[in-house]
């Protein structure tokens, strides 16, 4: 899955929670999907750029993060250039809520 489908997921969770804001437990459902969706775009979005720029970096790997940032650094780029693109990215998703 790539992050572009997670924020997709995400808000198609958002809809079914405006859809069945009255009924519970349904809308407990749908806004716990919808808080998993969203917490996990930002590791998406990390491991879409891990393979855009081939560091290699496995995501079973300890500390993926901090190894993602040291990566960076090493290629020449800045860690808060890629950071502000995948803000960029996932803003989609902010606009709607």
Known sequence: MTADEKIKEAEFFLQKIIENYEKSPLVEYYF???????????????????????????????DFRKKFKDKCYETGGQPRNLING????????LLIT
């Open 32 to 62: 716990h999907a919808f808080l998993t969706s969203t917490r996990s775009i930002s590791d998406y979005l990390l491991e879409d750029y891990n393979k855009k720029y081939n560091f290699n970096i496995t995501d079973y790997e300890e």
């Open 86 to 93: 995948m803000i960029g990215k996932s803003q989609k998703l």
